[in-house]
C-alpha cells in the first residue's frame, strides 16, 4: 500500500501538472479537493483518465469520483480493491 | 438617432431538417432529430445519441450547389446552405447596392478535415486529394467561402466564443447595422460534429447515453449536434421601404462574464443573471412582457442549475413559459444561438411554443417546468434567446413582435 | 477628456514591454516555457491555477497581469462594467494540436477545455472578476481600425467604463501578446486606430 501511495503521488503530480509540489508536500490523509491543494473538478477529470489509463479501472458515474478521490490513500484503496489482475 | 434592427430572412438545417419549412415542421410533431450516429466515423458509434444533419457530405456539396469540390468541408457547406436559404428569403437580389457583410461563427472550424487527413498531411511527401483540405482549417476558410457563395465583399468576420458564438454574431451583426456601417448583415453560425468534439466532450463525461432530458431532475447531459442558423438583418426603415417581410425585430441583446470557472457555470448563475437582466434594460421591457425563454438548456447537471437559478432570480415567481429546443437538435455549440434565434423568430411570426421534450419530474432546486406540448395560438410578442459559452461567455438576445 | 489608452503590455521576442519600458529581457534560445515561467516568477503574485493553463492562455494571463498591476478596476467600475475585447489568427491551434494527440489513447479533459481562444479572457476575468462583456474574433491580422471601433463603441453606449483589447496568438515557438487597457477617461494617449498600430509596432512609445 505504501508503495502504491508514493507512486500515485508523483503520477498525480505529473498529471495534474502540480507545479513546485514534491511528493513529500503531499499527506495520504489529506484532503485533496477544497482546501490543501486546491483541486477542482477539471482535475477530478484527469484523475479518473489516470486511473484507466495506469490501472485500467474505468469509473462510469463522476459523481462517485467523490468518495474516491477523497484522500491519495482512498484512492489507493480503490486501486487495490478493484485493479485488474 | 440609431436605427432599429429588424429580421428579413431565415435559414437553418439541422438534424430536424434541410431548411426552415422541414425544421419547423419537426418542431410541430415533435420529432427529434437525435438518433444514433451514422454519419461521422467514431469509436462512439452506437453508444453516444447525437443530432447529425440526415446527409453525407456528398450530398451536401450537391445541396449547397458545389459542382467542384476544391476543398469544402462539411462545415462549410452546411454554413453555405444555411446563409444562402436566409440571403435568398430576404428578398436579395443580384447587382443590388447596399453595403452587406457576414458575421458567421463557429468552434471547430475545419476540424472535421483536418481530424481526417492529419496523418495525410504529416506525411512527409505524401500528396493526394486530401491536400485541398490544409487551407480549410482555419475559422476564416468557412466564412470567406459562404460570404463568396453570396457575392459578399463590404465585411466579413468570424467569432468563435465557444456555445454563444453565433449569439454573438447577431449582436454584432445588430450594431453595424445601428451605427450606419452597414444596410445588411448575414449573422449566424455552424459547426459540424467531429471527433475530437465528441471526446473532447466525453471526456468531459457531461455527455448523454440516451436522448437528453433538459430541465429534468434525472439529467445526465447533453447531445452534440451540428448545423447551421443564419438571419439576415436590416434597418427596420429600409425594410418597411422594400416592403420586405419582417419576421420580427432584435430589440435587446447583451454579453457578460461569469468569471466563475473555464467551462463550468456558477451555481447561483451570476453571468446568466446579468445578461438576461440587461438584454431586457436594453430592450425597454419589463419581465412580464416575456411571453416566451428559449432557454441554453443543455441538460447538464451545471448549466440547467445554473440557468434556473438565474430565471427565478430574474423573474422571481413568476418565470415565462420556457423551454429548450436542444432535445430536437442536439447541441449544436457554435451553431445554437443562430439556430435558435430562427426558432425564436419562428415563434413570434406562428405565436407558438415549441415543447422541451423528454421531460418527466421537476429538479429539486426550483419551481420550474417547461412547456411540455406544442402550444399554439398563444400571444407571442416577445422571446428571450439565451447562449451560454464556455469561458463563463453568457449572452442574451430578446426578439420583439413588430 | 476624451477616451484614452491609460497602459499596455507588449509581449514579443521573449521581451515583455510595459508603457514603453522593458521589464523583461531573455535569450531567444529559451522555450517559450521557459520564458514565460520566468516572467510569472517576476510578477510575485501566486497563481497555482496559472500552471494548469495552457501556453495561449498564460501568455495572455502574464500580459493582463502586467497590464494590470496596481490597477483595481472591478472596485473603480463595478465588475460588469469592465469588458475585454480579444482577437487573434491562430485561435487555439496550438492546443487543439496538443489535445488532438491525445485522442487516440486517452483523451485529456483538462487540455479540451482550452481548445477554444476565448477561454483565455475566462481566465482574466475570473482573476478580476470582470463581467462585463467578452468578445473574441478572428482575423487574419492584427486590425487596430476594428478593435478601436468596437472599443470606442461599447464606451459610448456605456456598455463598458474600460475595455482591455487584446491581440494574443501562440503557435508553438511563435507568438506574441499585445494588451492595452481603454479608460473612459483617463491620463494616457487617446485611443485612435493610428496610436493603436503605433503601439503595436513600435516598441519604446511612451503613453
Known sequence: ?85 | ?402 | MSTAITAYCLIRNHKVIVNGETLLEKEKELKFSEFIKSAYDLNASANLKFFKMDDLCKLAYIASEFLLKNKKLSEQYGQENVSLLFANTSSSLDTDISYYNTIKDFPSPSLFVYTLPNIMMGEISIRNKFKGENAFFIFERFDPDFLRNYAMQLIKEKKAKAVIIGWVDLLKENYEAFLCLAEETGNGTELTTENLEKLYNVTNFKL
Open chain 1, 1 to 85: 500500500m505504501d508503495e502504491l501511495i508514493a507512486k500515485l503521488k508523483t503520477q498525480i503530480i505529473e498529471q495534474l501538472n502540480l507545479e513546485g509540489v514534491a511528493p513529500d508536500d503531499i499527506s495520504a490523509d489529506d484532503p485533496l479537493f477544497g482546501e490543501g491543494l486546491g483541486l477542482d473538478s477539471i482535475d477530478a477529470l484527469e484523475l479518473i483518465v489516470l486511473l484507466e489509463k495506469n490501472y485500467g479501472i474505468r469509473i462510469e458515474n463522476p459523481a462517485d469520483g467523490k468518495k474516491i478521490f477523497a484522500t491519495i490513500r482512498s484512492i489507493a484503496e480503490y486501486i487495490t480493491a478493484n485493479k485488474k489482475a
Open chain 2, 1 to 402: 438617432m440609431s436605427r432599429r434592427v429588424v429580421i428579413t430572412g431565415l435559414g437553418v438545417i439541422s438534424a430536424i431538417g434541410d431548411n426552415v419549412r422541414e425544421n419547423f415542421s419537426s418542431l410541430k410533431a415533435k420529432r427529434t432529430g437525435i438518433e444514433h450516429i451514422n454519419i461521422l466515423q467514431t469509436i462512439h458509434k452506437g453508444i453516444l445519441p447525437a443530432g447529425e444533419v440526415k446527409h453525407s457530405d456528398e450530398e451536401l456539396l450537391q445541396l449547397a450547389g458545389v459542382s467542384e469540390n476544391t476543398g469544402y468541408t462539411r462545415l462549410a457547406l452546411l454554413g453555405m446552405i444555411a446563409a444562402r436559404e436566409a440571403f435568398i428569403s430576404s428578398g436579395a437580389k443580384k447587382g443590388e447596392r447596399k453595403r452587406t457583410g457576414l458575421v458567421t461563427a463557429t468552434t471547430v472550424g475545419g476540424m472535421g478535415g483536418t481530424e481526417k487527413y492529419y496523418l495525410d498531411y504529416i506525411e512527409p511527401g505524401k500528396t493526394g486529394d486530401f491536400v485541398k483540405y490544409i487551407n480549410s482549417y482555419d475559422c476564416g476558410d468557412s466564412a470567406e467561402k459562404i460570404a463568396d457563395s453570396l457575392g459578399i465583399k463590404d465585411f466579413i468576420t468570424s467569432i468563435n466564443t465557444a456555445c454563444s458564438s453565433s449569439a454573438n454574431a447577431l449582436m454584432l451583426g445588430a450594431r453595424l447595422i445601428k451605427h450606419g456601417r452597414l444596410d445588411r448583415v448575414v449573422a449566424g453560425g455552424v459547426d459540424a460534429l467531429t471527433k475530437f468534439t465528441i471526446n473532447g466532450f466525453n471526456s468531459l463525461m457531461i455527455l448523454d447515453k440516451e436522448n437528453c432530458k433538459p430541465f429534468d431532475k434525472n439529467r445526465t447531459g447533453l447531445n452534440l449536434g451540428e448545423g447551421a442558423g443564419y438571419v439576415v438583418l436590416e434597418s427596420l426603415e429600409d425594410a418597411q421601404k422594400e416592403g420586405k417581410t419582417i419576421y420580427c425585430e432584435l430589440t435587446g441583446y447583451a454579453n457578460t462574464c461569469d468569471a466563475y470557472h473555464q467551462t463550468a457555470s456558477s451555481p447561483e448563475g451570476a453571468g446568466a443573471y446579468l445578461s438576461m437582466s440587461k438584454a431586457l434594460v436594453m430592450s425597454g421591457l419589463k419581465v412580464e412582457d416575456i411571453d416566451y425563454i428559449n432557454v441554453h438548456g443543455t441538460a447538464t447537471q451545471i448549466n440547467d442549475l445554473s440557468e434556473g437559478n438565474a430565471m427565478t432570480k430574474l423573474f422571481g415567481g413568476n418565470v415565462p413559459k420556457f423551454s429548450s429546443t436542444k432535445a430536437y437538435t442536439g447541441h449544436t455549440l457554435g451553431a445554437s444561438g443562430g439556430i435558435e434565434a430562427v426558432f425564436s423568430a419562428l415563434s413570434i411570426q406562428n405565436n407558438i411554443i415549441f415543447p422541451n421534450l423528454n421531460f418527466k419530474e421537476k429538479m429539486d432546486e426550483f419551481n420550474l417546468v417547461p412547456v411540455t406540448e406544442l402550444e399554439e395560438n398563444v400571444r407571442v410578442r416577445n422571446v428571450l434567446s439565451n447562449s451560454f459559452g464556455f469561458g463563463g461567455n453568457n449572452s442574451s438576445l430578446i426578439f420583439s413582435a413588430l
